[in-house]
């Protein structure tokens, strides 16, 4: 076959593997160690290479005829593309970098290879992560100093608004409710709060810089900040961006534990926001959990806990859970909002703390919380006709999976529907979570669903019914019933279930 025609069915075999890889390690913000977790728990030879190409690869082989097998690879990536089927990476400079450079590292490759021996090249479609790998490898130092330098200006600009607070949130859950909550008991107020999905040391600052340049430097300014972490030392940057007067620990699980290595080390790293608090600054914490309880040591300045077991600073009291929301008392206060899941009300108490803080007083923040509407996708309650759905698709750790449980366990409907994507990056602990998970779902879930493999065998180990997977046959539920959307599901997914 000419050498021409050879290398344009490779770059077309190539396409597809390239891009789906190149768009996996993106939603993994090219983070190696999201990736090795990701490809650990989902399959390392299914996620890379799939099951046709190999099939293909081999087929050629056996027929020992490469011009079958290069054609067959270019063909499956064409249609890949040409039916769209193929996941692209959104199209940042970064990924437009390293798309284009592992493009050039493929034809290097299949050029020396060509020498060497051309029944080498049958493997290059397959070798796509390493070519995106060694890329990624090349821009690193890049990388790193211009985020260095985005920080350094961020910081820089911070600091020349001496009469803005700084509100850092953080936790295993519980963040962006906690956030929204807080914005919207101050809206009055002049305030800035992080968008959805910003909670990063990099897009809090690509943040910063966008917005601080329209203000007045000398105004007074809430900005509220929500700040996540897969590592220690992530909030620590954060802050030294962000210089927080005031921080906030909502509560602190086991999720991306398999990240951090361990619950202590997670616990350092929520921790780092505590300790990074001046000394005249205020903390707040959620006295329910011990864990964040353990934490008080790290902090230099005043601390405010809140909780519902009748030993923090700010109690709740005659908590109930209505068709509408929410409804307890703090003190004589009465508080009423359309937010579901009692989990929510340390959340809650944690928003009116800080308002107060602030200079808002109590009965203000119970009328403006009246208003509120709880975030997209995160413990949200709506209908479809007689079908209620509570969407908790934001994101999802075990211990709002429980809380998603609980809230099923007191509504009256009468089939109970658990669609799930399965918990990630719980290393290994993961299949005993999900199974303890299968074993909270009995007696209160009547059907579950996964959408793919992923932690649904452990799960059916704890449930006593049968466990689905997705698939062309799935029964749409009923009217009058009642579907738990938990985890990365679909819109898809969903609209399938609902008749």
């Known amino acids: 076959m000419d050498q021409i025609l050879i290398f344009g069915l490779l770059l077309a075999a190539s396409a597809s593997p390239l891009l789906t890889f190149a768009s996996l390690w993106q939603i993994k913000e090219w983070r190696t160690d999201r990736l090795r977790e990701h490809l650990r728990s989902a399959g390392i030879l299914k996620q890379l290479l799939g099951i046709v190409r190999p099939a293909i690869l081999i087929l050629g082989i056996v027929l020992r005829n490469i011009d079958i097998a290069l054609i067959g690879l270019a063909l499956f990536s064409a249609s890949s593309i040409g039916l769209r089927r193929q996941r692209y990476p959104v199209w940042t400079m970064k990924a437009r970098i390293l798309v284009t450079v592992s493009l050039i590292i493929t034809g290097g490759m299949s050029y020396g290879l060509l020498i060497i021996d051309h029944w080498l090249l049958i493997g290059i479609p397959l070798l796509q992560p390493v070519s995106v790998l060694v890329a990624w490898t090349l821009f690193l130092p890049i990388d790193r100093t211009m985020k260095n330098r985005i920080m350094k200006k961020a910081s820089d600009l911070r600091a020349q608004f001496s009469q803005a607070t700084v509100v850092g949130i953080t936790g295993s859950v519980g963040k962006t409710t906690t956030k929204e909550l807080i914005a919207h008991i101050l809206k009055d107020?002049?305030?800035?709060?992080?968008?959805?999905?910003?909670?990063?040391?990099?897009?809090?600052?690509?943040?910063?810089?966008?917005?601080?340049?329209?203000?007045?430097r000398d105004e007074e300014l809430v900005i509220i900040v929500e700040m996540g972490a897969y590592r220690t030392g992530e909030i620590k940057k954060l802050c030294s961006v962000t210089k927080p007067a005031m921080g906030v620990i909502t509560f602190i699980g086991s999720q991306h534990i398999a990240l951090f290595g361990s619950q202590e080390r997670l616990c350092q790293a929520k921790g780092e926001l505590l300790e990074s608090l001046p000394e005249d600054g205020k903390a707040f914490i959620n006295g329910d959990n011990s864990l964040c309880e353990s934490m008080k040591d790290k902090c230099r300045c005043a601390i405010t806990s809140v909780g519902t077991g009748g030993h923090a600073d700010l109690e709740a009291f005659d908590i109930e859970e209505t068709g509408d929301g929410i409804r307890f008392k703090l003190d004589q206060q009465h508080f009423s909002l359309n937010l579901h899941g009692t989990h929510n009300v340390t959340n809650i108490l944690l928003a009116i703390a800080v308002a107060e803080k602030l200079g808002l007083d109590r009965a203000s923040s119970a009328a403006r919380l009246r208003s509120f509407e709880p975030p997209h996708h995160t413990f949200s309650v709506h209908k479809h006709g007689s079908i209620t759905v509570l969407d908790d698709t934001h994101n999802a750790s075990p211990s709002s999976f429980r809380a998603s449980l609980a809230w099923a366990k007191s509504q009256p409907m009468g089939q109970k529907i658990l669609i799930t994507p399965g918990l990630i990056e719980l290393g290994r602990d993961e299949d005993r979570i999900h199974r303890e998970l299968g074993t909270a779902s009995n007696g209160i879930i009547d059907r579950v669903i996964f959408t793919g493999k992923h932690g649904r065998n452990a799960f059916a180990e704890g449930f006593n019914g049968s466990v689905e997977t997705f698939g062309k046959e799935v029964s749409a539920i009923k009217e009058g019933d009642l579907l738990l959307c938990v985890g990365r599901v679909s819109q898809k997914h969903i609209d399938r279930l609902i008749p």
């Open 189 to 216: 107020r002049n305030v800035l709060c992080t968008p959805a999905y910003v909670n990063s040391e990099m897009g809090v600052s690509q943040w910063l810089l966008k917005e601080l340049p329209s203000r007045d």
